[in-house]
């Protein structure tokens, strides 16, 4: 910190310094430095004679007067130490800022200050959500092939039939997800890594499958888990509530693949892929904020869009 | 020798943060890209370069799986990369010193001049102003750069919340493309640049962090 206030307080002093050797503006000038520079004008000062050295001792036999800098030449050299002071000083400042950044402490497998960046992202994002915004929305001939990435999980093996789905405590069938209407949208899927593809997501809307086994008022997290736990996301209470959060049991028309997560996923395009919990099992409601797999290793929490 | 006033304080400040902010914007930023490399140069299906880094030299650069950490930092100093720029930009506005920096109708052929001059196609120096009319093509052009990040930047980070954006610039993945290729702008801005630095020489260099030049006539 004393590095910091020391910086700002030369900072000021070559603000002023700069201002006074503006030579050619300026009639309100100090008086002392105007008056150097105005005594210049017409002369050759690069001649060294222009400085009045001390008079030669010996006058047949003249040595070279003891060069002195000009006004100018000493201005350049005091605004010269104090810039490349500041400069100095600051660049070791950035330095150790740098090292200290990067060897902090690590929450959620990146450095703190990190961590609680994206949470304070986190917070401005929810502050400007709003549920009315909408992923934007394809006609059937924008589709693209849906890429099958993240098996966490999910094993080729397992029995849909004996599948059931776990909300805060009721237990239902497939069939009691498809109950509820059936909400269609051709949206585009995100993935973090960068890459995104345009998919039909058939299901029954979050919102509505949530009205019935309603969490207790000022709820703020909904968490979702795969059989045995084996990948896990939490997800703000707005974003559960989002229009186009879906739970899935349709892509492009056709049942989940078991590579989709079948019998049942997340299809929720205000988040990253990663939120897209495939193959749920369980639904719980609560307000410590929940788990989520790729939050423990390094990655953004809230990973909204 | 006659000092001159060159660079003021606050210019000065904004350009030497931005230098290592852009800097971590542009190395966080390769991390993230590292996890979905798929921009190339070429022309239909003939490609000329693709923009990507065979695995083992990515791991070498420690660049490889960093794809978590990368965001971190980008979504971190993003804010410090915006505020100095928009700082920048009111500074400039409110101070008058854009009359030096914008393009005007002479820049262009101006431009033109110099760049002939610095490829040794022509005799006639640049004209002795603070900045000439390429400079000024080129700080103009480097700040719109800045804004189209922060806008693609945006729309790639809040694709619903900001959707009207990400359709502006024809959806989320060309929004991403944009963001990418506006990132190699600034390393062809670097190169040059600093190129051009060390041609001008020491007195120049020196303006930009005392703030005066030494003007010889």
Known sequence: ?????????????????????????????????????????????????????????????????????????????????????????????????????????????????????????????????????????????????????????????????????????????????????????????????????????????????MAKFPPPPNTRYVAMETPGREYYVGLDMQSAMHPQTLLAYELDDQPLTWQHGSPLRLAIPVKYGIKNIKRIAAIRYTNIKPADYWAERGYDWYSGH | MKLEKKHPLAIRWFHWVNFPVLLIMVWSGLLIYWANPVYRIGLGSHTLLKMTLREPLYEKLHIAYRLAEGMSYHFFFMWFFAINGIAYVLYTILSGEWRYLVPNRRSFVEAVQVTLHDLHLRREAPPRRKFNGAQQIAYTAIILMGFGSLLTGLAIYKPVQFSWLASLFGGYPMARFFHFWITIGYVVFFVIHIAQVIKTGWNNFRAMIVGVEVVNE
């Open chain 1, 1 to 209: 910190m004393s590095e910091q206030s020391g910086g700002g307080d030369q900072k000021s002093e070559v603000a002023g310094d700069v201002e006074e050797t503006a030579s050619d503006v300026g009639p309100d000038r100090e008086p002392g430095v105007g008056k150097e520079e105005t005594s210049e004008v017409g002369e050759d000062i690069d001649e060294p004679t222009a400085v009045a050295g001390p008079p030669s001792v010996d006058a047949r036999r003249p040595t070279p007067a003891p060069r002195l800098p000009t006004p100018e030449e000493a201005e350049l050299r005091r605004l010269s130490r104090r810039g490349f002071l500041v400069f100095g000083a600051g660049s070791i400042a950035a330095y150790a800022g740098w090292k200290w950044l990067t060897h902090a402490k690590r929450i959620g497998d990146v450095p703190w200050p990190l961590r609680r960046g994206f949470e304070a992202n986190e917070k401005v994002a929810e502050a400007y959500f709003r549920e009315a915004r909408l992923s934007p929305t394809f006609p059937p001939s924008a589709l693209t092939r849906a890429r099958i990435n993240g098996g966490i999980g999910l094993h080729a093996n397992y029995d849909t039939s004996a599948w059931r789905l776990d909300i805060d405590g009721h237990t239902l069938t497939i069939d009691d997800i498809e109950a509820f209407p059936k909400r269609t949208m051709i949206t585009e899927f995100r993935c973090i890594e960068g890459w995104s593809y345009i998919a039909k997501w058939s299901g029954a809307r979050l919102s509505e499958v």
